[in-house]
């Protein structure tokens, strides 16, 4: 199990390969970034964006969060970290793409499926309640499907509606909205697999994900 030790070994393996290999590019960062990707993705510890599409420094913004949940625009007092990081990375940035990221055995999909923490208190489960509620629509149409179901399938089908919540709320804001009208900007919805690591697609003509890469076995 790596703690903050192992991580401080980390970061010397770091400075002695990653960083000083690449001293050239990170001279470069030093000046700035200009990332063509923004990727949103699930807080999950084991869906490091930067792994998965084995990206180098510099070239994704990402965001990450509990479900790789984008709220809808609103302008409404609060904290609004999500809309904050898009905005920056659509109007400064100008990233040309967005990538929604779900993933399986999300614990937050799994949430919002199960309703398991609807009555708790903030501190205790009712921060993150509030949060999956951006997904009470998205729950709704499951168990339509499902009914009371909370088998792999249907926690499976709430996590790939997850993806589908986040592209509708991202098309609320005019930014993106006349950005994507304009042909400058695509929003993609992907979905990955924890269990078998193959990533999939979203065709949102079907509203199915597709397998689009798979790991290939070392073995």
Known sequence: MTD???????YRRFRTTGWAQQRERWTELNEG???RVMVIACSDSRVDPAQIFDT???EIFVVRNVAALVPPFETTPGRHGVSAALEFAVQVLKVGEIVVMGH???GGCKAALSHDLKDAPPGEGGFIHHWIELLDDARERVVA????RRDRDAERAME????????????SFPCVRQKEKAGDLKLIGSFFAIADGELHLLDEATGRHDRKAAATSPC
């Open 145 to 148: 499907q499902y009914g009371e």
């Open 104 to 106: 399986g055995k999300c």
């Open 4 to 10: 903050f030790t192992d991580m401080i070994d980390g």
């Open 56 to 58: 180098n420094p510099g």
């Open 33 to 35: 970034q200009s990332p």
């Open 160 to 171: 790939q509606e997850g993806v589908k919540v986040s592209l509708a709320n991202l098309r």
